[in-house]
């Protein structure tokens, strides 16, 4: 062991000076390569840090801007929204604008439809207090009554289907003729002829019989007697419609 360190220390003392030199400035070189590097290390750590740093504010950026967009979007879209709503609520309160007035209008044509049917009701029952004294003679061929007149051919219409009402009171005929036009252009029938009695009492005696009769002739022939009503009274009534509808 001393022998060992004894040769170490005399390897020591046999260096020359040259040699220390030399020893000494390779390590002062490798001293400057390592901080060399150690700076270019931090050179490029610096760089890439700014750059990466340059690419996050880039992004920071874009980031702000598009949030900027979005929040102007946001407001353009709710802008419009809020334009819509109005629009709906104008619309729905003309809506219901319109809706009042058609309520009112079809309030006064309702109105209107009932004085119409008023007045329609009126006219026809004045029409009928007119015509009730009337009656109707439907089937008698045209020309019959040129001879001797329409009220003779009622007469003779008497005289064959109720001669008992003939011998029991003296029928009195104040009218009668043909009616100007048909009840039903369409259908080839006669002109119906128009009996104008002098006395109502004797106008529902004659439909009475009628009635009563399975029926009524002209010369043989069938024919039909009705009360002079208007068209409208006609087709309403309850009783006897079939019998004297024309």
């Known amino acids: 062991m001393r022998r060992q360190r ?47 740093s340059e690419h996050i504010s880039k992004e920071l950026e874009d980031i702000k801007k598009n949030q900027s967009e979005m929040k102007n979007t946001i407001l353009e879209m709710r802008n419009s ?43 026809r029952e004045l029409w009928d207090n007119i015509k009730r004294a009337n009656i109707r003679i439907i089937g ?14 009622f007469v003779k219409i008497i005289e064959e289907n109720f001669p008992h009402l003939r011998k029991e009171t003296d029928v009195e005929v104040q009218e009668a003729q043909r009616a100007p036009n048909k009840r039903s252009p369409k259908r080839p029938t006669p002109r119906h002829i128009i009996i104008k009695m002098s006395k109502i009492k004797d ?35 309850e009783n006897g419609t079939t019998y004297l509808k024309c």
């Not at 170490?8 to 490798?30: D, V």
């Not at 709906?88 to 309702?110: H, K, M, N, P």
């Not at 008698?140 to 329409?150: F, I, L, N, S």
């Not at 009769?213 to 009360?227: C, E, F, N």
């Open 81 to 123: 929204l809020e334009g819509l709503n109005r629009r709906v609520e104008e619309a729905e309160d003309r809506i219901s604008e319109l809706d009042e007035r058609l309520e009112e209008i079809t309030q006064a044509e309702q109105k209107r439809e009932k004085r119409i049917r008023q007045n329609e009701n009126s006219v």
């Open 6 to 52: 004894n040769t170490f220390q005399a390897k020591e003392h046999y260096k020359t000076p040259e040699k220390e030199l030399r020893e000494t400035e390779t390590s002062n070189l490798l001293d400057k390569e390592f901080k060399q590097n150690i700076m270019r290390m931090l050179t490029d750590m610096q760089r890439r840090m700014d750059e990466h």
């Open 140 to 153: 008698v061929p045209e020309g019959e009554e040129r001879d001797k007149g329409a009220e003779n051919l």
């Open 203 to 237: 106008k529902e005696r004659i439909l009475k019989a009628a009635r009563e009769r399975p029926q009524v002739t002209y010369k043989g022939k069938p024919i039909r007697l009705s009360a002079d009503f208007s068209a409208e009274t006609l087709q309403g009534e």
